[in-house]
C-alpha cells in the first residue's frame, strides 16, 4: 500500500505523528509512505527518517505544484494535522478518489465522513493513527469502498457544479427573501 500526505512542512501540520504511525507499521507491511511539500521542518522530519533507517520507505519530494501531483499513482492519503480550516489537499485527494486517513480538527469532518470515505483519527494520536494505516494497507476492498466513496462525496459536495449549483441556490435565497421584505 502506498500512502501520500501533501502539506508544508510547518505548524499546525503534525508530520512527527505521521511519520511514527508509520514507522509502527513497517514491521508487518510492505508499505511506502511519500511526503510531498517543503517548509522548515523539513530537515528536522527527513533526519528522524535518516536516524530511523527508513528512508527506503518514506519518500520525500519537495514541493510539487498541486496540478503536477498524480494522487491517482498513490492507495491512500493521509493528513496529519493540529488544527486546519477545510484542506485543499483532502478534496484534491478525494477527486481522485483516494480513502483519506485524517485528523479530527477543524472542517476536516465536512470532508471526511468516518467509516464511509475514510477514517478520522485524534490529531497526535500515533497509535490509532497506526491501526488504521495498518487496516486499510491490510485490506484492498476496503480500500476500493472508501476510495469510490470520496470520489462520490466528492463530485456532491465540492465539485464546481455542485458549488456552483449551491451558491446560485443560496443567493436566490438571498434575493427572494430581501424581495419579500421590501
Known amino acids: 500500500c502506498h500512502f501520500l500526505s501533501v502539506a508544508r512542512f510547518q505548524h499546525p ?5 505521521l511519520i511514527n504511525s508509520f514507522l509502527q507499521i513497517t514491521e508487518t507491511t510492505s508499505s ?4 510531498i511539500g517543503d517548509g522548515p521542518l523539513l530537515p528536522d522530519m527527513q533526519r528522524i527518517v535518516f536516524n530511523r533507517r527508513a528512508c527506503d520507505r518514506i519518500i520525500f519530494l519537495g514541493y510539487q505544484a498541486s496540478e503536477d501531483i498524480d ?3 498513490y492507495d491512500v492519503f493521509v493528513l496529519s494535522s493540529l488544527s486546519e ?5 483532502i478534496l484534491e485527494a478525494m477527486s481522485s478518489s483516494l480513502p483519506v486517513l485524517a485528523s479530527d480538527v477543524g472542517g476536516v469532518n465536512e470532508a471526511v465522513v468516518d467509516n464511509i470515505n475514510g477514517f478520522l483519527f485524534p490529531a ?3 497509535d490509532r493513527l497506526s491501526t488504521l494505516m495498518t487496516l486499510v494497507a491490510s485490506d484492498p476492498n476496503l480500500r476500493s469502498r472508501l476510495g469510490s466513496a470520496s470520489f462520490s ?6 465539485s464546481l457544479s455542485s458549488m456552483n449549483t449551491l451558491t446560485t441556490d443560496f443567493l436566490s ?3 427572494s427573501s430581501s424581495v419579500h421584505l421590501s
Open 13 to 17: 501540520k503534525d508530520y512527527k505523528t
Open 32 to 35: 511506502k509512505l511519500t511526503l
Open 71 to 73: 494522487y491517482s499513482a
Open 85 to 89: 480550516g477545510l484542506p485543499i489537499s
Open 124 to 126: 497526535k494520536d500515533v
Open 153 to 158: 462525496l466528492h463530485q456532491k459536495k465540492f
Open 173 to 175: 435565497m438571498i434575493i
